[in-house]
């Protein structure tokens, strides 16, 4: 299995709901990753998780939380957003933190924030 | 200067020709360089990785990176309508306890028929 598989495909939700993004792989790596992305430009980081714990988080405000429940799942819990969140969020991952390897990324979730 | 630069294109390329795609960055401390294609909608999927310097082929695929001139290329040879996309060039540095993947804003390649 060498995919990281992301649901919802698309998520259209308003300005006081509560979702959650989900993202799961099981190619073993242990380094799990989260974007956003608007369009035509490129990926953004926004959090990093290496071996089930955060290790960077770029600043990202509060209504976005992030979760490793175990090493294969990554969430993205959605809280309060606003129309300028409306992107492409990509999840990610790769062997581990610090490895020379590149990332391999899910199909993302489009999200609109009305 | 960015940290990674790449022409924001669109590069048109008649079908069957060679494309050519470049990028340069800053960091002279990167170690791992990739080109990810992204179709419009869909999310960058990896299509080369190259860590030391001279060429790397995979098909119709060559990378070439210069670490001196902090230069990284890709060639797609016999471009098809398909290689229609955008291309991201990534640079990542690891150092100490932290990794940094940094992308370009992308090429957007269009293969003429």
């Known amino acids: 299995d060498t995919e990281v598989t992301q649901t919802p495909k698309h998520l259209v939700m308003g300005m006081t709901n509560k979702k959650s993004l989900k993202c799961e792989q099981h190619?073993?790596?242990?380094?799990m990753y989260w974007y956003k992305q608007k369009a035509k430009k490129p990926p953004e980081l926004m959090f990093v998780?290496?071996?089930?714990?955060?290790?960077i988080n770029e600043s990202v405000p509060s209504r976005f939380s992030p979760e490793c429940p175990n090493s294969s799942l990554l969430n993205l819990h959605l809280h309060a957003l606003q129309p300028e969140d409306s992107a492409l969020y990509l999840c990610?991952?790769?062997?581990?933190?610090?490895?020379?390897?590149?990332?391999?990324f899910g199909s993302g979730t489009r999200l609109t924030v009305v | 200067q960015k940290e990674v630069e790449q022409n924001s294109g669109p590069l048109s390329v008649p079908e069957g020709a060679i494309a050519s795609l470049n990028c340069t960055y800053s960091?002279?401390?990167?170690?791992?360089f990739f080109w990810y294609r992204q179709y419009s909608g869909k999310s960058p999927e990896l299509i080369m990785s190259?860590?030391?310097?001279g060429d790397k082929e995979d098909g119709r695929f060559t990378a070439q990176l210069n670490k001196a001139s902090q230069y990284v290329s890709l060639l797609i040879r016999d471009s098809q309508p398909s290689d229609s996309a955008t291309y991201l060039c990534?640079?990542?540095?690891?150092?100490?306890?932290?990794?940094?993947?940094?992308f370009g804003t992308g090429t957007r390649l269009t293969i003429i028929p």
């Open positions: 990610a991952s790769s062997q581990e933190v610090r490895s020379v390897y590149g990332y391999t």
């Open positions: 190619m073993g790596h242990r380094a």
């Open positions: 998780y290496s071996y089930e714990k955060l290790s």
């Open positions: 960091d002279r401390g990167s170690q791992s």
């Open positions: 190259i860590y030391s310097n």
């Open positions: 990534a640079v990542k540095r690891v150092s100490g306890g932290n990794e940094k993947l940094t």
